[in-house]
Nanobody, 117 residues
Framework: QVQLVESGGGLVQAGGSLRLSCAAS????????MGWFRQAPGKEREFVAA????????SYADSVKGRFTIFRDNAKNTLFLQMNSLKPEDTAVYYC??????????WGKGTLVTVSS
């Protein structure tokens, strides 16, 4: 059983920055790929970013490429999402996710990010 707990969301003005964190329970955090998704009001959940086990390989949605950075600290069982140059359209609940065999098998409960114009 894995628990994922997000933090770091909040209200920020357009152009500002936030850093999200995801604390994972268990001893095998370094063994699985991780990622971030988001869900805006009235919209479906969408992929934001992913990172491999060692933190070397990353991928991003086109909408956040160049503005968001995903990274991880395996020693502290923590996943991060640094979000810069935030836009109102980035407003959403952000979810941490754990991958296994190409599918997400655990989700966090989410943290709300609100970007004001």
């Amino acid at each position: 059983q894995v628990q994922l707990v997000e933090s770091g969301g909040g209200l920020v003005q357009a152009g500002g920055s936030l850093r999200l964190s995801c604390a994972a329970s268990g001893r095998t955090f370094s063994s699985y790929a991780m990622g971030w998704f988001r869900q805006a009001p009235g919209k479906e959940r969408e992929f934001v970013a992913a990172i491999n086990t060692g933190g070397v390989s990353t991928s991003y949605a086109d909408s956040v490429k160049g503005r968001f950075t995903i990274f991880r600290d395996n020693a502290k069982n923590t996943l991060f999402l640094q979000m810069n140059s935030l836009k109102p359209e980035d407003t959403a609940v952000y979810y941490c996710a754990k991958w296994v065999a190409g599918s997400v098998d655990y989700w966090g409960k989410g943290t709300l990010v609100t970007v004001s114009s």
